[in-house]
Every structure is written in C-alpha cells, then in structure tokens.
T-cell receptor
Framework: EAGVTQFPSHSVIEKGQTVTLRCDPI?????LYWYRRVMGKEIKFLLH????????ESGMPNNRFLAERTGGTYSTLKVQPAELEDSGVYFC?????????????FGPGTRLTVT | AQSVTQLGSHVSVSEGALVLLRCNYS??????LFWYVQYPNQGLQLLLK??????LVKGINGFEAEFKKSETSFHLTKPSAHMSDAAEYFC????????????FGTGTKLQVIP
C-alpha cells in the first residue's frame, strides 16, 4: 500500500511568488492534515480536512494560505504571495476515520525556501 | 488545551549506552501520546503510541516509553544505542488519536558517538 506522498520535495521561490504544494493521502483515508515546521521550531498544525470539508483550520497563519481538497482525494496548499517567514517544511498526514490504531501517517514533507 | 515539552534539543550518547529522551505533556483530557522519529532526509515515522491501554509501550527498533500520569511524562528509552538511531525524535500529544490535530514538541536530535 502506498504511503502519503507529497510533491514537490523541494521548492525554492522568490518572495512575492506563488507556490502550490500537493499531498496525496493513503487511499481511502478520509482525514487529511497539513502541518508546518519552521526552522528550529516545533511542527505546528495548520488544518484538517474530513473528506472535502475543512474540519479545523485554526492553525492557518493568515489569508495568504489556501488549502483545498476537491473531491476528497488529494489536497493542495497554495501560498500566495509567499513571504520569507513561510520557509520551512510542510508535512501532510492522513488517517482513516474510525481507525482504532490511532495513528496519523505522515508524508516525507515539502521543503519550501522563500528567498 | 494540550502541549508537549521535550527536555534537551540535543542529546549525545555513546554506542551501546542507554538512550533516554524526556517528554512531559499537558492535557485537559486523557491524552493519546506518540513518539515520532525523523531520519535524515526522510519523513516522520511513528515509533510508538500510548492509547490508554498498557502504560509501558513497546515500539519499533527496540524503543519503549512509559506513560506516568502522576508525573505527566512519557519518556522514550532504548537500552543500547545503535549508530542507526541517530535522528530527530518528536514527542506528540492528541486528544483523540488519529482523528484530531497532533501537537508536537520541539524535537530532540540524538547523536550516537562510536
């Protein structure tokens, strides 16, 4: 079974540009999460989808960030326009609702560098 | 509210020595607790999890952790460090296991000295 995949693995953009990160969850997982780790700090929650609906977006830093999950499958996280402080590693995770082994499966992350 | 504190951003041990990574949590409800590991250039991998069953939890690669409610701790241990254990380790807490957001600690980088 394929794990959570993220694309691209690395992205380097200039301040003011737009970047779109993609996450493909494990097939059949209704829950999809985005997290971010800014250099040297903890991994922080951004938002949570249940299927195509946003269940919790309390961690989204500002309105330059837009997450979508059309059709309840893959998700995209767009940053527009990017700022220097957006640099970091963006992780995606998924879990199956009702799954009793209580685990979110994480992808390898996308390293975003804004110059 | 929930939070996790990891003591020590960097820990060095000799190969074959005991590994002890400390984690204390704060949670207003019975927590689910996790340890994740990130090897260089890889994603996060679950080492072990506590979900209100046995307080001593065994994970992969010889790691284990003990949930101590009285101390609000969930320290990670391994009797004998191996070079391949060099990685960054994250303690994390959730209110509902896999369904809600996970709150992470700041991470501890483990260095294993030959």
């Amino acid at each position: 079974e394929a794990g959570v995949t993220q694309f691209p693995s690395h992205s380097v953009i200039e301040k003011g540009q737009t970047v779109t990160l993609r996450c493909d969850p494990i097939s059949g997982h209704d829950n999809l999460y985005w997290y971010r780790r800014v250099m040297g700090k903890e991994i922080k929650f951004l938002l949570h989808f249940v299927k195509e609906s946003k269940q919790d977006e309390s961690g989204m830093p500002n309105n330059r960030f837009l997450a979508e999950r059309t059709g309840g499958t893959y998700s995209t996280l767009k940053v527009q326009p990017a700022e220097l402080e957006d640099s970091g590693v963006y992780f995606c995770a998924s879990s199956q609702e009702g799954q009793r082994n209580y685990e979110q499966y994480f992808g390898p992350g996308t390293r975003l560098t804004v110059t | 509210a929930q939070s996790v504190t990891q003591l020590g951003s960097h820990v060095s041990v000799s190969e074959g020595a005991l590994v002890l990574l400390r984690c204390n949590y704060s949670s207003s409800v019975p927590p689910y607790l996790f340890w994740y590991v990130q090897y260089p250039n890889q994603g996060l991998q679950l080492l072990l999890k506590y979900t209100s069953a046995a307080t001593l939890v065994k994970g992969i690669n010889g790691f284990e952790a003990e949930f101590k409610k009285s101390e609000t701790s969930f320290h990670l241990t391994k009797p004998s460090a191996h070079m391949s254990d060099a990685a960054e380790y994250f303690c994390a807490v959730s209110h509902s296991g896999g369904y809600q957001k996970v709150t992470f600690g700041t991470g501890t980088k483990l260095q294993v000295i030959p």
